[in-house]
């Protein structure tokens, strides 16, 4: 099966700084990669997603790079902000596949410093 | 509002009593899904369902049954729960329909197995 790997595990920036997660998958048919941000005490919730037919996409200060050839994608958070505080998953799916079973890296708890 | 539920929130509970813990959504999805969260593993799937009628095992499915009698409802069962099953539980939904992807999140359910 599917497995994703994320590092960092923790992450500590400067308020305004940027901040870098990083995900690699192993399974080539792996068609979809979304990102999920958990806030202390909430449940995962969409933040952005890629399908694999585009290696970029950007909503704002988040923006998710996807590289096929080597199976690794991630998040880039520019200007981070306290609120941006949170433990983010990658995960990986295959959408075509008649379920839609997310497969999620370990986690990374980013703290923005103020 | 369109949303996903879950009951209890919290659950402490003693090794082989019989639980139930239900989830329901109310955005006609197809698609359902259990996960359990433990620290450093990230969320790991335990079973899903694509319609009524249908389920399948996951990651994790051992000592976990779920049945799917209606769309909106997707309850986990746990025959005989034992303390390694001590962990956060999140249902999800999906729509299966093509670029219609984004899995919605449930509270969450803490459940202690004493």
């Known amino acids: 099966g599917e497995n994703v790997e994320q590092h960092p595990s923790t992450l500590s920036v400067q308020e305004g700084d940027s901040a870098v997660i990083k995900c690699t998958y192993s399974d080539s048919a792996s068609n979809y990669f979304p990102w999920y941000k958990q806030e202390l005490g909430k449940r995962p919730q969409l933040i952005i997603d890629i399908r694999s037919n585009v290696g970029e996409k950007k909503d704002q200060r988040i923006a998710v790079t996807l590289n096929k050839t080597a199976k690794h994608f991630s998040l880039h958070i520019t200007e981070t902000q306290p609120e941006d505080s949170a433990v983010y998953f990658c995960?990986?799916?295959?959408?075509?596949?008649?379920?839609?079973?997310?497969?999620f890296g370990t986690g990374t708890r980013l703290t923005v410093i103020p | 509002e369109a949303q996903v539920t879950q009951n209890p929130r919290y659950l402490i509970t003693v090794t082989g009593k019989k639980l139930t813990v239900t989830c329901s959504q109310n955005?006609?999805?197809?698609?359902m899904s259990w996960y359990r969260q433990d620290p450093g593993l990230g969320l790991r799937q335990i079973y899903y369902?694509?319609?009524?009628?249908?389920?399948d095992k996951g990651d994790v499915p051992e000592g976990y049954k779920v049945s799917r009698k209606e769309k909106r409802n997707f309850p986990l069962i746990l025959e005989s729960p034992s303390p390694n099953q001590t962990s956060l539980y999140f249902c999800?939904?999906?729509?299966?329909?093509?670029?219609?992807?984004?899995?919605?999140f449930g509270p969450g359910t803490r459940l202690t197995v004493l």
């Open positions: 999800a939904s999906s729509s299966l329909a093509a670029g219609d992807n984004e899995q919605f």
């Open positions: 369902s694509m319609n009524v009628e249908v389920t």
């Open positions: 955005m006609n999805h197809e698609y």
């Open positions: 995960a990986a799916s295959i959408i075509d596949a008649g379920a839609n079973n997310l497969f």
